[in-house]
Each structure stands twice: as structure tokens, then as C-alpha cells.
């Protein structure tokens, strides 16, 4: 199959495109908004998706948003990025009927649009707590954390080692999934809650790990993972061979222009950003692209829907596909595997997972996991030493960001309850916490909104 002719305007155009208002209407009518909602159940921050979608037929956009950020802090890039297709979409009841779900995602992006048009969150900073929480890592579990620990009156310093905040939302996410200027956006639009970030210091290089033990009263590690894992063959060190975060960094900081041209582009991995490089290739340019991985295509971890996607886009999938070395003799030439085939092309994308971060958890004295992750007490994400909690990526090893999201609120919550035990939440975040375990609540007074 031929890659797909784009033009360069639709190259990356957003997947889930915004909704008009009649067209969120007309959607939100669809819904029977279900009591014991499988679609609440299936989102890992358990929004009130019957909630959000009534208010946005009630013409109550602003309100609707309240809800969805009451839950989840990073709904606005949710909205863009989740799998929807696996979560909430995926448990719709209206597939027992073999009809088309209702389109949540969109709904969701129409309802935090409007409140991100408004220009100021929601709620409000907490009373003054006197207690103070470093953060390590700006990425979507660390700004998830942040918001609600302001909700909470609690003093916030995030430390980021890039230059600028938002993890891989920011530096790693497919611009036709989210642009970085919307990630960019929903950190300053956070940030307004109130935090002190601190740019470009790498915690346990700039700043030692100890002195935030000395200087916080608690402290969140959302570190994220490291380094992409190294093939191992020969040749891997070629001009030409990429790793594939650097890669989609490098398109979403030039919009798609500026990438080495490639008359053909091998990546080899089997995930989902393994898909996310391959129709990135596709879409900047790449005459060739052929994904390979090395088992059967049932041991794929890339969602069914994100093959579909490369696949529609022209990017050939090879399975079975052991990679053995990277020939050529100044730059990449091309790829051969175990069974003797050989793949021409003059570029290479690793796409084959990330390691775990191991100096920062020593530094800390951190339990780990075999594999590196962090340790932590499921219910609070409390780590192994006290007053150090963790999540994302970090503990979980590699999920959405909407599980990212949750780690954070959870968190959240867990260093409250650790720095004033047996002490009942304020009361204007009974709501949000209520959502963490996903338990039915009384429904709260909506605030006035124009629509």
C-alpha cells in the first residue's frame, strides 16, 4: 500500500476535531444517560460522563467543563490523546446494540474548550495550609498532582529538567493527536491554580535530592521514564538511526518541517508510539515506511485502532521480524533481520520501550520493583520513605495519561491524609475526591454560566 497523499495543511490535522454547538447538541441528545454508567467506570478518573454530556444538552458548556476538570485536571488534552476506544467509548452501551457510541472524547474536548475560552479555571487555590510539596516532573502526573494539592492549600514548587513543562504531552504525544501549543496552554492554564515552577534543574543533578527532604514537608515524584532501550545489533549507532521520542519531538517542534527527508523509513517496535512514528514518517514525507516487530501480531501492544490508522496511512506492518544488524557504511542503508531478509531505507526508528530511572531513586533511597519502577501503596501512592509519594509512568511503567492524571489526584490526596491525619478534606473538594474510587455521590449545585 502507497503512503496516503496528504496535503501539508491536513498532515496534522487533529484527529478528534472540535464540535459545533449544534453538533455537540445533537450528540449529547444521543445519550441515555445511564445510571450505574460502564463509560464512568472505564476512565481511570472516573469523570461523570452522564453529567457532563446532560449539561452540555442543557446549553451548559461551562458547567459541563467544571465537571469533566472537577475529576480529571488534564481533561482538556484527555479529551485529545486518551484511547477512547479502549476506556470510555469502548464500554458505551450502545455497542451491545451495534450502534455507534456516543462520541465522548469530542463532547469532552466542546465542554473544556469553552471553559479554556474563559481564560481562568475554575476553582480556586485552597485556604493556606503552611505546608509545602515539591514536585519532581512536570509531565501530566506532577500537574495533576499540583492543581488538586492547590485545591487543598498546599504550597507548590515543580521542578522540570526541560525547558519547558508538560512531559511527553508537551515533547512526545503525535502532533495529529495534540499540538504542542494545546499542551503548552493546558500547563499555564493549571498553573494559574498557583506553583512556583522551576525549569531546566534536573533533581539529583542540579538540585540535590536530600535538600528537598530538608526544604518540602512532602514530595512527588512524576519522573516519568528514561532513555529508549537500545537494540543491541550492530550498526545501531549509524547516522540515521533515531530514537522514536527524539523523532517525534523533533516533528512536533518544527510542525512537521525541518525533518530529514526519507525516501524510506524502517521502525522497529510493536507499540503504540512504535504506530505513532511509523504514520509520523508517513506524514512527514517518508516515500517507504514499514514497521517491523519481532513477534506474531497478537503480541502487539498497539491498540487495534492505531494499526488501522498506519495502516490507512500507508505504513506497511512486518511481524515476525527479528531485527540482527544496521548496515551501511557512512549513514543507514538499510535493515537486516534474522531470517536473512533485507529491508533498503536511510532511516531507522527505535521504537522498542524506555528504561526506568534508577539514580534518582537511589539518591532517594527508593524500593523498587525488578524492572525498576517505583514501589507504592496503591491506595495513597505512598513510596517505601515518608512523605515521598509517586506516580505515572514512574510506577505504572508506561500507560495514558489519563492514568497519569489519576495517580496525581490520587496522590493528591494521599500526602494530604499523611500531613494532617484523621482531618476531614475542605469542603469544596468533597467532589473530586469523591471521584477517585469512582463512588456515586450526591450531585453538587452547578454554578452559573452563560452558555
Sequence with gaps: MAPSKRTPADAFAELKGPMTREEARIES?????????????????????????????????????????????????????????????????????????????????HATDAVYAEGEPPFSPGKDNGKRVAIIGAGPAGASCAAYLRRLGFNITIFEKRKLPGGLNTYGVAEYKMSQPTALAEMKFLFKLGCDVVTGKEVG?????????????????????????????????????????????????????????SSATVVIGGGNTAIDAATQSVRTGASQVTLAYRRGPENMTAYDFEILLAKSDGAVIMTHAVPKRIFGKKKVEGVEFADKTRIACDRVVKAIGQTKHFALAKAFGLAQHEDGRLKVSPDTLATSKPNIFAGGDAVNGGKEVVNAAADGKRAAWGIFR????????????????????????????PRSHSS
Excluded: M
Excluded at 215 to 243: C, H, N, Q, W, Y
Design 29 to 109: 441528545s444521543r445519550c441515555l444517560y445511564c445510571y450505574d454508567a460502564p463509560c464512568v467506570a472505564a476512565c481511570p478518573t472516573h469523570i461523570d460522563v452522564p453529567r457532563f454530556i446532560r449539561q452540555i444538552a442543557a446549553a451548559d458548556p461551562l458547567g459541563s467543563g467544571e465537571t469533566i476538570l472537577e475529576a480529571n485536571a488534564l481533561g482538556h488534552s484527555c479529551a485529545r490523546v486518551c484511547p477512547v476506544e479502549v476506556l470510555c467509548e469502548g464500554a458505551c452501551v450502545y455497542h451491545d446494540w451495534q450502534e455507534k457510541p456516543i462520541s465522548i472524547a469530542r463532547l469532552q474536548r
Design 205 to 261: 543533578r542540579d538540585v540535590p535530592a536530600n535538600s528537598l527532604l530538608d526544604d518540602f514537608d512532602a514530595v512527588f515524584v512524576g519522573i516519568g521514564l528514561s532513555e529508549t532501550r537500545s537494540l543491541g545489533i550492530p550498526g545501531e549507532d549509524l547516522p540515521g538511526v533515531v530514537d522514536a521520542l527524539s523523532f517525534i519531538e523533533r516533528v512536533k517542534a518544527k510542525g512537521g518541517k525541518g525533518v530529514p527527508k
Design 418 to 445: 499523611a500531613l494532617f491525619p484523621n482531618q476531614p478534606p475542605p469542603p469544596d473538594n468533597e467532589y473530586w475526591i469523591s471521584t477517585i474510587d469512582g463512588r456515586k455521590v450526591a450531585p453538587i449545585t
